[in-house]
């Protein structure tokens, strides 16, 4: 991983960024849209999550490998989810 | 091969490789701890698709005002250690130790606060277990909300802890200036595990305190 | 009369004595040597559970214990076995000694952490100790909910906790692997120079890394929910006993392929040095090792096709049961297409990598038959799948770890065995291996449920055989101990290279010092680079 300084104005404006994000999230959860709320939260916490990694843990600027390593963590995470779910889902058809 | 700072261990070539080695080696830690709290989104999903009712609940039940200051604050530590780490980088060793204490006292906050929510469970019979009591027909698929609710809190409350632990020795060694801008990984590298508590704690809030509030 | 070179000679054996120079050292070497001290008790006391269970099987009314004891017998076995000592025995052992000296390294990325990865395991296997002294457990080694949970009456708290610790040993086994072999590789040493051995373990430290915790995980929610009632998987709360089986087998199932991997990795080696040819189809065993390790992630439902599973999910892991078998294959092809017009001899590492190849293939023939949907439903819990498993887990995994562990022998101490003793041993435990498991798919096959201590009376012929087999077997595996021992003190001083293999670790002197090599070795030539056939051994 690369040594590169990140300059202190960037950890500012990111850190902004994700309280603006905090209240999106929390005033959103107030409205009732349907299935669009579990939607909104999870794709907002997803991008609060990659502004974290990208600038607070230097991934934008590190090496790829950690990118691929990443990549496979959360890929893994969903092969989790997804075939488990894959059960619940369908357990109530036919057959 | 030579010694070129204190730090550099004799198995490695030089400074770089060993502070690649060591970034490798905590992303990796990184991603067991995605999966090791996988598990417990897993049983949270499975459930939540089961008993929408129960969840919506038991997500009501909590105190959306106090895990909101607690997800601020804990995205504050995040910048105090980020701030940090930086200031390693720069070599302003006073500064690195401030904001090493910042971040200290931001996630004892953090958990000062969390305590005082698991109190007031304790106190309305929504802990888990035999003293559990929930009125309605859904009572026990709202105690499995707060069996997983007190797991996934509980679980990332004790990784806050090892992490203020961590920085409690970073503190000290910093006090004797072990870390210059040559050499700082052991900073980078809590910094790192800091940031991914952190990161844990971002989707927990929603989905233990949003998803019913409608 | 010649002097012994080596007591002159500094080596890591040599270099420090006394018990804190072994209990405190970072070197790899002597690391590798403690697991092996570690996982030979565990598998010693996995080998008495055995005992105890062929015993009582050998008659057909349960006369020797009681069920209940019975069901502590084949728990305990199981958990000794997979937790204590496959899941390390390879990796722990040779990963540890070779990984660092295959790719020209003075050690592993994190010696310390390799340090605290063995002590991890100790605590763990005390923490099991403790639980069996105490009562014991018998829930069987799956430890299934609401059984676990809520009715068991034995020691499942201290069991759990023992293998909770011991799981972090293996990740922090597979982290170090994992770093190390991305970033200490020698100058030329490219990723498809690499021995198979390295790819292989690259590919079960992926496992480790991404499952365990996982498993880890699943074994907190149980003692919570035994200690505390709290519910996660209790069906009076709404919990579902079934997704304990999800969670519990998404690491499980890719355990396996832990265990097998790196067995793996030793019989590419071997067969490459005993045919004197290249390893055929270097990239598709080098890939099939990464795919096994994918793909095996996938699977892990076939455990639960009569659990009330949906039957479509169930569908989906029957077809990636299949799949999964496809690089297994790859590799054994390969490595029949290796024996093909080589130079082939027959010392002793060599007859175990002929044991795994058939045996092997048996296994996963078989597994063939259990992944497929209609046919599981009758095999399911009886004891096709135990032997099954025994054939992929003792004639394969355990005969490539005796494999390495003879092949490399001479390196870690610097000693040739008898050779004499090691072929006799090897076709011991490959007969007694046959008899005691080839009868148990008969009986599988005719219906004996497994996890009972008494049978019908129809069934007692097969169990005798097994039983039979069980004695000559145990005998098979005492053997080496004893003569493996003796040559640490009294056998023939080993040459660097004995069996003109080879790699950057048979460069070195037998035994290694402690930094393994003077300085950083470079890398020119291909992996394998044994002469042709018709030119003679060099």
Known sequence: MSDHIVPRRTYYLIFAALLVLTAVTVAVAFLDVGPLNTIAAMSIASIKATLIVLYFMHARYGSRLVWVFLGCGIMWLGVLLALIMSDYVSRGWTG | MTETHPGLLHHFDDAAQQKEASTLGMWTFLITEILFFGGLFAAYVVYRTRFPEAWAAGSHHLDITLGAVNTAILIGSSLTMALGVHSSQIGRNRLLIAFLILTVVLGGAFLGIKAVEYHHKYEEHHVPGPAFSYPGPIAGQVQLFFALYFAMTGMHALHMVVGVGLLLNLIRQARRGRFTPAYNTPVDMIGLYWHFVDIVWVFLFPLLYLLGRH | ?538
């Open chain 3, 1 to 538: 009369m010649i002097q012994n070179p080596q007591a002159t000679r500094t080596h890591y054996l040599n270099v420090n004595y006394g018990i804190r120079s072994w209990l405190l050292t970072t070197d790899h070497k002597r690391i590798a040597l403690l697991y092996l001290a570690t996982i030979t008790v565990m598998f010693m006391l996995g080998g008495l559970f055995a005992v105890l269970v062929r015993l009582e099987l050998m008659t057909p009314a349960g006369d020797v214990v009681m069920s209940e004891t019975y069901n502590k017998m084949f728990t305990m076995h199981g958990i000794a076995m997979i937790f204590f000592f496959l899941i390390p025995s390879v990796p722990a052992v040779l990963g540890n000694f070779l990984v660092p000296m295959m790719i020209g390294a003075r050690d592993l990325a994190f010696p310390r952490l390799n340090l605290a990865s063995w002590y991890i395991y100790t605590i763990g296997a005390l923490f099991t100790l403790y639980a069996i002294v105490s009562g014991g457990v018998d829930t069987g080694w799956t430890f299934y909910t609401p059984y676990s949970t809520v009715w068991s009456g034995t020691n499942v708290i201290p069991v759990a906790v023992g293998i909770f610790i011991t799981g972090f040993s293996s990740i922090l086994t597979g982290l170090n692997f994992i770093v190390t072999i991305h970033r200490m590789r020698a100058p030329g040493l490219t990723w498809f120079r690499l021995p198979l051995f390295i790819w292989a373990h690259y590919a079960a430290s992926i496992i480790m890394i991404l499952g365990t915790p996982v498993v880890a995980i699943t074994i907190v929610l149980v003692a919570l929910d035994r200690l505390f009632r709290v519910g996660v998987f209790d069906p009076n709360l709404g919990g579902d006993p079934v997704l304990f089986q999800h969670l519990f087998w998404f690491y499980s199932h890719p355990a396996v392929y832990i265990m097998i991997l790196p067995s793996m990795g030793v019989i590419s080696e071997v067969t490459a040095c005993f045919s004197r040819k290249r390893v055929f189809g270097y990239g598709f065993v080098a890939f099939s090792s990464l795919a096994i390790a994918f793909v095996g992630f996938l699977v892990w439902g076939h455990h639960m096709f009569v659990s009330s599973q949906s039957i479509y999910a169930s569908l989906i892991f029957s077809v990636l049961s299949m799949v999964v078998a496809i690089p297994s294959a790859v590799k054994v092809f390969n490595w029949t297409a290796t024996l093909y017009k080589g130079h082939i001899s027959f010392e002793t590492p060599m007859l175990y990598v002929f044991g795994f190849i058939g045996l092997f293939t048996i296994g996963g023939l078989t597994g063939i038959f259990l992944a497929s949907l209609g046919t599981d439903v009758h095999l399911h819990d009886t004891y096709f799948v135990v032997a099954h498993f025994h054939y992929i887990m003792v004639g394969g995994a355990i005969m490539g770890y005796l494999g390495g562990i003879h092949f490399w022998w001479p390196k870690i101490t610097g000693r040739m065995y008898s050779e004499w003793w090691g072929r006799l041993s090897a076709l011991v435990i490959f007969i007694g291996f046959n008899l005691t498991f080839f009868p148990q798919f008969l009986l599988g096959y005719l219906g004996m449920p497994r996890r009972y201590h008494a049978y019908p009376e129809e069934f007692q012929a097969l169990n005798v055989l097994s039983t039979a087999g069980a004695s000559i077997l145990g005998v098979g595996y005492l053997i080496p101990l004893i003569y493996l021992v003796w040559s640490m003190r009294y056998g023939r001083p080993a040459p660097d290279n004995p069996w003109g293999a080879k790699g950057l670790e048979w460069m070195t002197p037998s035994p290694p010092q402690t930094h393994n090599f003077t300085e950083t070795p470079r890398v020119a030539e291909e992996a394998y680079a044994y002469s042709s056939p018709e030119v003679p051994v060099d």
